[in-house]
């Protein structure tokens, strides 16, 4: 049968986004309805009818650490591909479920031998660890018994997440020969990085025939009866020998089941917020799913995932933000992100990974690529926020938990970021921290913004590094107030003094050189000339929400970010329609990243614009129940609101993604004005406006210092009333 155009066409129409790392995608990945499960550092991306198709360049499949150990697992029904009827996620995303039935059935006579929606089929995934499992439901609905086979067709192509994502390879590691013994086949690969990694595929019975890729049964299926298969793959690695194994296999009910005591047990570490919005409460506590199941732990430590497919591993700043948006209704997670960043803060000068001693990490990957060196981002030092965050993040928990000691233990690590912010960050002495790439392989932009074209002059051309980007400067602001109150309270009198003479001499020249008067707006950039990049962006919104600028400055910032060059009724862009490189299809000049405009409601709501947070938050509301992927994805596209058009998605954005997902906690912070003061077991509302579709907002066991909170915002005439519900530990509450 000859193929269709659009699969003929699948492996060579794709688009490019950024650089050199960025995602070359199949035409087809934005036709295909997606459904994913994530358990920190393993993800599986399936069709909607549970099916893992083999197709270039889309992230299909069941990735563990940064490599592909599932790349097709289909299902056929005596040889026909079953009718799809729904599927849908667990509350939890602790399952995904598929119903599907048979096609019809034809014998050699070519006459219908069993009719269609004769058997339903059930199918259920759950991911549990590095371990995938699969179980297949077949009902007979027929009057008589019926016998029918079902064959399960695998691959394993063993590939790193950047050959994925589109670099091409000059070479490869090798398959090695498979294991196969009665109910399980062993699928293996050698890499370039000496590493046997392992796909080890087992059933629950042995099938009547089975290969390295096509396991089949024939079943006999009484009438009105059930018959159930179970399946499961489990990634793994080794630098030595792979031992023959023969483990029981664990059952599905049993995964499934330690899974929902897990994210049951995660979400105890949460304050419990509802609303008298269904819809609003519904987008809360499926942001709240989407970051449990991006939370790798380890002992002590954890961090959020950055995003599923693309960032499924730890990145600094995104952890850091993600950490900062959910603080005071999730403190534990911020304090855990810090330990796991201290613990590979950078040590040396190391200009192969953009490494200074102090300097914290970007990313760290464990796929083959990383570790041979193809990539540079094994462990990669390259983002010039990731510091300056850690510091602030540092300073927020300290002031949320009220928890000194932790402040002590995490000293030396802030002490050392100072100092990379003092000599190396600042590079030139002129007060702003900058970046310049010490690999060519690196990232050539290494803020938030990183694709290669982001940084600019108004007339289109790119900024040349040395670059001090405006929200750093915010950021290293925050990072100098916040750590110098800590400074005080550990003793260090002198370090505290020096970071608030640093922060009041950095807002004194940062509006000098960064504010732009006839714009009324703040600069992008300064370039290695300290030319301003006269561009009305974003990133101006961070240095508000950091306090770096404020009266009348940020009055009019306030004004410029809602003009709708700026505020698509979805969100706030990243870039203004009116400026050269404005695109809303691009990955950072001119699409809606719910985390930006999250951050632009915090500055918002610093600048006095509360009405302005509200319609940020109304935007992005407004959004995630329109976009298909039920809660707010990695970005969207800029287009222009409009009554017949909902937010275009982006076709390669992440989902679920950490920062978009706490993107709307951080929005309610700007909306509340909640403060929670660990040290002094108070919690502050400054700013407590409610949008008129709410009538109360519940927020159950907030976490102040040793004690906790409970209490409810309501409307009334006069503004909004705070009534506490319940307390332990001395908390107050002042409005």
């Not at 925050?478 to 922060?503: K, P, Q, S």
């Not at 950490?658 to 309610?668: D, E, G, Q, T």
Request: with cysteine.
């Amino acid at each position: 049968m000859p193929s269709s155009p659009a699969s003929a066409r699948s492996a060579h129409t794709f688009v490019k986004v950024g650089s050199e790392y960025y995602v070359l995608a199949s035409s087809l990945a934005s036709r295909r309805a997606t459904r994913v499960l994530a358990d920190g550092r393993s993800f599986a991306i399936f069709d909607a009818s549970g099916d893992i198709v083999d197709s270039p360049l889309e992230a299909l499949g069941f990735f563990h650490s940064d490599t592909r150990h599932l790349n097709r697992f289909e299902m056929l029904v005596a040889n026909e591909t079953p009718y799809y009827l729904n599927s849908y996620l667990g509350n939890d995303r602790e399952q995904f479920r598929a119903t599907l039935t048979n096609a019809d059935l034809r014998n050699e006579a070519d006459t219908i031998q069993l009719a269609r929606n004769s058997i339903r089929i059930e199918r259920g995934w759950v991911l549990r660890g590095s371990s995938l499992y699969h179980r297949v439901t077949l009902r007979n609905y027929v009057r008589t018994p019926i016998d029918i086979e079902i064959d399960f067709f695998y691959g394993v192509d063993f590939a790193d997440v950047f050959e994925v994502r589109g670099i091409r390879r000059e070479q490869r590691g090798e398959m090695l020969p498979p294991s196969i013994d009665g109910d399980r086949v062993v699928l293996r690969y050698l890499g370039l990085d000496k590493v046997e990694r392992t796909s080890e595929l087992q059933f629950s019975s042995a099938p009547d025939s089975m290969s390295e890729e096509r396991a089949s049964f024939k079943l006999h299926i009484e009438a009105e009866q059930n018959c159930e298969l179970e399946f499961r793959v489990t990634a793994g690695e080794s630098t030595g020998p792979s031992p023959i194994r023969h483990p029981a296999p664990d059952k599905f009910a049993v995964a499934l089941s330690e899974r929902q005591v897990e994210l049951a047990a995660s979400r105890d570490d949460w304050a419990s917020i509802s609303s008298s919005n269904d819809s609003f409460t519904t987008l809360l506590r499926r942001a709240m799913v989407d970051l449990t199941s991006l939370i790798s732990q380890t002992g002590d430590t954890a961090f959020t995932m950055a995003g599923i497919p693309w960032f499924a591993t730890l990145f600094g700043r995104d952890s850091i933000i993600t950490a900062l948006s959910i603080l005071p209704f999730q403190p534990d997670l911020a304090i855990r992100t810090l330990k796991t960043l201290a613990s590979v803060q950078g040590t040396t000068v190391n200009e192969a990974r953009d490494e200074q001693p102090g300097k914290i990490v970007h990313e760290i990957r464990a796929g083959e690529m990383a570790k041979t060196g193809e990539v540079p981002f094994g462990r990669y030092y390259g983002s010039v926020d990731s510091t300056p965050l850690f510091l602030w993040l540092y300073g927020r928990c300290i002031e949320v938990t009220g928890d000194l000691a932790l402040a002590d233990q995490l000293w030396p690590n802030a002490r050392r970021a100072i100092e990379w912010i003092e000599h190396y960050g600042d590079r030139d002495g002129d007060g702003y921290v900058e970046y310049l790439r010490e690999t060519p392989r690196g990232l050539a932009n290494q803020g938030w913004k990183d694709s290669f074209d982001a940084i600019f002059h108004r007339d289109g051309q790119l900024a040349r590094p040395p670059i001090a980007l405006a929200e750093v400067q915010g950021y290293v602001y925050a990072a100098c107030t916040t750590v110098a109150g800590v400074a005080a309270r550990l003793g260090h009198r002198e370090i505290a003094e020096r970071l608030a003479a640093r922060a009041s001499a950095l807002k004194r020249i940062f509006e000098r050189d960064f504010w732009l008067d006839e714009e009324g707006m703040i600069a992008l950039a300064l370039d290695a000339d300290k030319r301003p990049c006269r561009v009305m962006t974003s990133n101006g919104a961070h240095c508000l929400a950091t306090g770096l600028i404020d009266g009348d400055r940020a009055s009019a910032m306030c004004k410029r970010l809602l003009d709708d060059d700026m505020y698509s009724g979805w969100g706030i862009r990243t870039l203004s329609r009116h400026e050269r490189r404005y695109n809303p299809m691009s990955y950072h000049n001119g699409s809606v990243w719910p985390h930006d405009s999250a951050i632009a409601a915090m500055g918002l709501a610093r600048g006095g614009d509360h009405a302005g947070v509200i319609t940020v938050l109304e935007g992005l509301f407004d959004a995630s129940t329109q976009l298909q992927c039920t809660s707010l994805p990695e970005l969207f596209c800029g287009f222009r609101r409009e009554p017949s058009l909902g937010p275009v998605p982006y076709p390669v954005a992440c989902h679920p993604q950490a920062w978009s997902a706490a993107s709307v906690f951080l929005i309610l912070q700007a909306m509340l004005g909640i403060r929670v003061l660990g040290f002094e077991r108070r919690v502050v509302f400054e700013s407590h406006l409610i949008p008129p579709w709410l009538d109360w907002l519940s927020i159950k066991g907030l976490k102040v210092g040793h004690g906790r909170v409970s209490f409810v915002l309501a409307r009334a005439l006069n503004g909004t009333a705070v009534e506490v519900t319940e307390r332990s530990g001395g908390v107050r509450v002042e409005v």
